[in-house]
């Protein structure tokens, strides 16, 4: 078996898991995001791509429903015992077989939680399986339940968000000596997923973001390699992963001299971390955060040139996106506890100038001031 915690730890989860259903009444719980089946079991596939879900009930049995390419997979990555297959077929119903399923588990007329804002759950699966469901038991959305359990981090998970910290520094040194006039994006971003590879570390759950030129101004991924130029900017977004969980790292680096309106822009994007580094704190919320970050980019004449929001929680995470539900905007009031490991980004976008900006990294809350979990600084690097 291929699990990367110990079972010690995996039945401290699904004990916390247990008492969470017991308080929300549920008898049991449809896990459809590959996140929550992956932290209650090890479970790890990109299976979810297709029909699949864990059942689990109050007294704490699990049941698998997932394909035959499946099967396998949850022997040898989980931990879960019981497991079922539907069968590829023409007009196959999976949520028909589900429904007889949870017959079988004694679930009619249950109380019955579904995961409806994942990955893993596509509109037609919803549509489906609310069909089928809705006479046969009581359902409701439970989304964020397992979410809001993966929020604060284990001592075991600490390990692996540290050791993502440590590739994701080790992305950024192999990158800097190909940063230079006639540097390649290809060789760039080749060195820096390569490196988090050699340091055994995994698959990012989404690319890394590179670009350079009106392209730095852009914060996804997109298709193309450009060749930098003497005087030139290149916006990276990455992220060291190790056992899935991700520690990312933004930087905009400057090709040539700074000018005034890059350094401006640098400033105002230090500044502005470091004043969030004092709000990173317990006590504070999600949304004190991102007050923080609007006001003084707003102070500094940036609102139009700033993002809706600035960085989200980061863990164990799979395609299409590193990104956790609890981020940094307007409003939230996710309170900021110890042992989350959150991702803080400045992205300042000024399409005027065509000059882009950006500075971020991931930090380990404690009880008191945050740690980041990277040993670079956070200067302004020019080549």
């Known amino acids: 078996m291929a699990l990367h915690f110990t079972t010690g730890e995996f039945e401290s989860r699904r004990t916390r898991l247990i008492e969470r259903m017991k308080a929300e009444n549920l008898d049991a719980l449809l896990l459809f995001a590959q996140e929550s089946m992956y932290w209650l079991t090890g479970y790890d596939t990109f299976g979810y791509c297709f029909f699949q879900t864990l059942i689990v009930k109050s007294d704490g049995t699990m049941t698998l429903l997932t394909r035959s390419a499946d099967l396998r997979q ?46 893993g759950m596509t509109g037609r699966v919803a549509k489906l399986l609310d069909n089928q469901l809705a006479t046969f038991c009581q359902i409701s959305d439970a989304s964020y339940l397992v979410s809001g359990l993966r929020l604060v981090k284990s ?24 940063i230079r006039a006639g540097g390649s ?36 991924y997109k298709a193309g390699r450009r060749t930098l130029e003497e005087k030139d900017q290149l916006t990276l977004e990455w992220a060291g992963v190790s056992a899935h969980y991700h520690a990312a790292m933004m930087r905009t680096v400057v090709i040539g001299t700074p000018d005034f309106r890059q350094k401006e822009l640098y400033n105002a994007s230090h500044e502005n971390i470091i004043a969030i580094e004092e709000v990173l704190r317990p006590g504070k919320t999600f949304g004190d955060v991102f007050d923080t970050h609007a006001r003084i980019m707003d102070e ?28 940094f905007h307007a409003g939230n009031t996710q309170e ?48």
């Open 74 to 119: 949850a022997r040898q990555t989980s931990n879960i015992e019981n497991i079922t297959i539907w069968v590829d077929r023409l007009n196959a119903d999976p949520t028909l077989d589900l429904k007889n399923l949870l017959s079988e588990m004694d679930l009619l007329g249950a109380k019955v939680g579904i995961e409806y804002d994942t990955h």
């Open 155 to 178: 001592a075991e998970e600490i390990v692996y968000a540290k050791r993502a910290g440590e590739l994701a520094d080790d992305a950024l040194d192999a990158a800097l000596p190909l």
């Open 185 to 220: 994006e290809a060789d760039i971003l080749a060195a820096m997923q390569g490196a988090v590879f050699a340091g055994g570390g995994d698959y990012p759950a989404n690319e890394f973001i590179i670009g350079s030129g009106q392209d730095a101004l852009l914060c996804r």
């Open 300 to 327: 500094r004449g940036l609102t139009r040139h700033r993002l809706n929001a600035c960085g989200y929680s980061l863990g164990a995470r799979f395609s299409p996106s590193w990104m956790e539900h609890q981020m």
């Open 336 to 383: 900021i506890l110890p042992d989350m490991t959150l991702f803080v980004h400045m992205i300042i976008m000024d399409s005027d100038s065509g000059i882009a900006m950006t500075l971020g990294q991931t930090y380990l809350t404690t009880t008191d001031a945050p740690v980041s979990l990277s040993r670079h600084t956070l200067d302004l690097i020019a080549v």
